[in-house]
């Protein structure tokens, strides 16, 4: 018995050293490659530091708390919602944008942004994906799909109207949106310009610093980047005293 338990300890112990053997020298192989050969490597990671603050105040989680899950198997991945009325519009992971009856939790389709109409996580850029929606005092919807952009949807027959930047460099990764509050101005974050939405790990481990934010004029159909150099930028809001247009980034 002490001969098999001598035995089983002795080939654990060599187990262990060829591992830790084997990482040494694959370790030191790496290190000593020359950097060229990974010119053509997509990620270029980048140290940060996140300063995450010890508590926040005013915070009330009882909300969370009291929360009830809807619509469980019925819509899935729904993205930002806007409510008009007695409904609730979001888009949805296959493309849709939908109609919520907050009262009986039907279900209605209001517009696809896509050419495929069956969808898996490879054909988001050809089923369209809409990741923000806002009402605007036009009474539209104003909805992002992220490989297309910016469009104006009537909500009663589904007529969508793709809005024209009319700005070469507005392009890449479209994610969310505001309204001005006294202007007739939208605002609209870009993500990134490098990576799609089944690649967001990848941006975020890339720490990746394409991602703007531009206004775009409703009257003079013009078009002004705001602020570049934003690693993964996505929500956007008006602060409350509407001086500020905040950014998560």
Same mark, same amino acid.
């Given at each position: 018995?002490?001969?098999?338990?001598?035995?089983?300890?002795?080939?654990?112990?060599?187990?262990?050293?060829?591992?830790?053997?084997?990482?040494?020298?694959?370790?030191?192989?790496?290190?000593?490659?020359?950097?060229?050969?990974?010119?053509?490597?997509?990620?270029?990671?980048?140290?940060?530091?996140?300063?995450?603050?010890?508590?926040?105040?005013?915070?009330?989680?009882?909300?969370?708390?009291?929360?009830?899950?809807? =619509? %469980?198997? #019925?819509? +899935?991945?729904?993205?930002?919602?806007?409510?008009?009325? *007695?409904?609730?519009?979001? &888009? /949805?992971? @296959?493309?849709?944008?939908?109609?919520?009856?907050?009262?009986?939790?039907?279900?209605?389709?209001?517009?696809?942004?896509?050419?495929?109409?069956?969808?898996?996580?490879?054909?988001?850029?050809?089923?369209?994906?809409?990741?923000?929606?806002?009402?605007?005092?036009?009474?539209?919807?104003?909805?992002?799909?992220?490989?297309?952009?910016?469009?104006?949807?009537?909500?009663?027959?589904?007529?969508?109207?793709?809005?024209?930047?009319?700005?070469?460099?507005?392009?890449?990764?479209?994610?969310?949106?505001?309204?001005?509050?006294? =202007? %007739?101005? #939208?605002? +609209?974050?870009?993500?990134?310009?490098?990576?799609?939405? *089944?690649?967001?790990?990848? &941006? /975020?481990? @890339?720490?990746?610093?394409?991602?703007?934010?531009?206004?775009?004029?409703?009257?003079?159909?013009?078009?002004?980047?705001?602020?570049?150099?934003?690693?993964?930028?996505?929500?956007?809001?008006?602060?409350?005293?509407?001086?500020?247009?905040?950014?998560?980034?």
């Amino acid at each position: 018995m002490a001969f098999q338990i001598k035995n089983l300890f002795s080939r654990l112990y060599k187990t262990a050293f060829d591992i830790i053997l084997y990482t040494l020298i694959l370790s030191t192989i790496l290190a000593l490659l020359p950097s060229n050969l990974f010119v053509n490597f997509p990620l270029e990671p980048k140290s940060h530091v996140l300063n995450i603050p010890d508590k926040v105040d005013n915070w009330n989680n009882l909300l969370v708390e009291k929360s009830e899950f809807l =619509l %469980n198997g #019925v819509i +899935v991945g729904p993205e930002s919602l806007a409510n008009k009325d *007695n409904f609730i519009y979001t &888009g /949805l992971a @296959d493309g849709r944008l939908v109609e919520i009856n907050k009262k009986t939790l039907k279900t209605r389709d209001i517009a696809r942004f896509g050419t495929k109409l069956l969808c898996g996580k490879e054909d988001m850029a050809d089923c369209g994906r809409v990741l923000g929606v806002r009402f605007h005092r036009d009474n539209y919807l104003y909805a992002v799909d992220y490989v297309n952009g910016l469009f104006r949807v009537n909500v009663t027959t589904g007529a969508k109207e793709l809005i024209d930047f009319k700005n070469p460099e507005i392009n890449g990764f479209y994610d969310d949106l505001a309204f001005d509050p006294k =202007l %007739n101005i #939208v605002y +609209v974050s870009i993500m990134t310009t490098k990576w799609q939405l *089944n690649q967001v790990i990848y &941006g /975020l481990l @890339d720490s990746d610093e394409t991602g703007y934010v531009f206004a775009y004029n409703l009257d003079t159909k013009r078009s002004t980047i705001l602020r570049t150099g934003l690693k993964f930028v996505n929500g956007l809001q008006i602060s409350a005293d509407n001086k500020y247009l905040l950014a998560a980034e």
